[in-house]
């Protein structure tokens, strides 16, 4: 009852905070897309003044009051995807799923940035050390990424922990590496991680849906994807896809600047893996 609540708190918010209502109220659909950035520059506002208009109508923060809007105005089937209807048949579903994949990945390939992409590539070549991070869905990501890398000679991590990873965070220096997965891109535990590496002299990369975003803005720098899953949900489907293409673009460039090295551990990987096979 997210659009009740703000028309009865109206006269109660400050000016400021009114402006993000209006937004909201004038586009209730496109607000459950926005990140805190998107919305607050829309309204002409701080992204702090979001997070106070949130709590203003008793809300926790920004993802709490987007999933009750979405709760408010979109169909609970809209839950499971963003496409599909009551009752498919499943060839539809089959092809809805697999389109909403394809657009994903089509969407990113218009909208990526290539020379974000190619200095990501050489930031990670040159890297003495890459720490890759994510949470949740992202964590899947995240360790898809570490299993890509760790032939390239580069010695890697992979955390899924917010507490292991702060800890490996701080002990990182110049030289190194951390890359973050985030669909949403304003979850507190990332920029926290980031922030630390930051401090402690590492480069960071972040991957994400949103380039106005809390992680964007403290990534040294930032790959968007593009999809049409909306910010509410916690479990996207079609952006983790892209994501995935995203780490196999940089993982095939970092392997192209070390390919030498990366063919020797591969063959050295593949013989120690004959005895496992029949």
Same mark, same amino acid.
């Given at each position: 009852?997210?659009?009740?609540?703000?028309?009865?708190?109206?006269?109660?918010?400050?000016?400021?905070?009114?402006?993000?209502?209006?937004?909201?109220?004038?586009?209730?659909?496109?607000?459950?897309?926005?990140?805190?950035?998107?919305?607050?520059?829309?309204?002409?506002?701080?992204?702090?003044?979001?997070?106070?208009?949130?709590?203003?109508?008793?809300?926790?923060?920004?993802?709490?009051?987007?999933?009750?809007?979405?709760?408010?105005?979109?169909?609970?089937?809209?839950?499971?995807?963003?496409?599909?209807?009551?009752?498919?048949?499943?060839?539809? #579903?089959?092809?809805?799923? %697999?389109? +909403?994949?394809? !657009? /994903? $990945?089509?969407?990113? #390939?218009?909208?990526?940035? %290539?020379? +974000?992409?190619? !200095? /990501? $590539?050489?930031?990670?070549?040159?890297?003495?050390?890459?720490?890759?991070?994510?949470?949740?869905?992202?964590?899947?990501?995240?360790?898809?990424?570490?299993?890509?890398?760790?032939?390239?000679?580069?010695?890697?991590?992979?955390?899924?922990?917010?507490?292991?990873?702060?800890?490996?965070?701080?002990?990182?220096?110049?030289?190194?590496?951390?890359?973050?997965?985030?669909?949403?891109?304003?979850?507190?535990?990332?920029?926290?991680?980031?922030?630390?590496?930051?401090?402690?002299?590492?480069?960071?990369?972040?991957?994400?849906?949103?380039?106005?975003?809390?992680?964007?803005?403290?990534?040294?720098?930032?790959?968007?994807?593009?999809?049409?899953?909306?910010?509410?949900?916690?479990?996207?489907?079609?952006?983790?896809?892209?994501?995935?293409?995203?780490?196999?673009?940089?993982?095939?460039?970092?392997?192209?600047?070390?390919?030498?090295?990366?063919?020797?551990?591969?063959?050295?990987?593949?013989?120690?893996?004959?005895?496992?096979?029949?």
């Amino acid at each position: 009852m997210s659009i009740p609540q703000i028309m009865n708190n109206y006269n109660s918010l400050r000016k400021s905070e009114m402006k993000v209502a209006d937004i909201i109220l004038e586009h209730p659909e496109a607000a459950i897309h926005f990140s805190v950035s998107e919305l607050a520059e829309l309204a002409g506002v701080s992204d702090p003044t979001v997070i106070r208009f949130c709590r203003s109508l008793g809300f926790k923060g920004f993802q709490d009051f987007k999933i009750n809007l979405a709760q408010s105005i979109i169909p609970d089937i809209r839950n499971i995807h963003e496409t599909v209807n009551r009752g498919e048949n499943v060839p539809d #579903l089959v092809r809805k799923v %697999f389109d +909403a994949n394809i !657009a /994903a $990945i089509q969407s990113t #390939l218009g909208t990526l940035d %290539f020379q +974000a992409v190619e !200095a /990501a $590539i050489n930031e990670l070549s040159g890297a003495s050390r890459i720490m890759f991070f994510g949470l949740g869905n992202s964590a899947v990501v995240a360790k898809d990424a570490y299993h890509k890398f760790f032939r390239t000679g580069i010695p890697c991590q992979w955390f899924e922990d917010t507490h292991m990873a702060m800890m490996a965070a701080s002990i990182m220096g110049p030289g190194e590496a951390l890359v973050v997965i985030s669909h949403s891109g304003s979850t507190t535990d990332i920029v926290d991680v980031l922030d630390v590496a930051a401090k402690a002299g590492a480069k960071t990369l972040a991957i994400v849906s949103h380039h106005k975003s809390p992680v964007s803005s403290v990534a040294t720098h930032t790959l968007c994807v593009a999809s049409t899953e909306t910010e509410y949900k916690f479990e996207p489907m079609a952006s983790r896809i892209a994501q995935l293409s995203v780490i196999d673009v940089l993982s095939v460039g970092v392997t192209m600047q070390r390919s030498e090295e990366y063919i020797a551990n591969l063959d050295k990987s593949r013989k120690a893996l004959v005895r496992k096979r029949y």
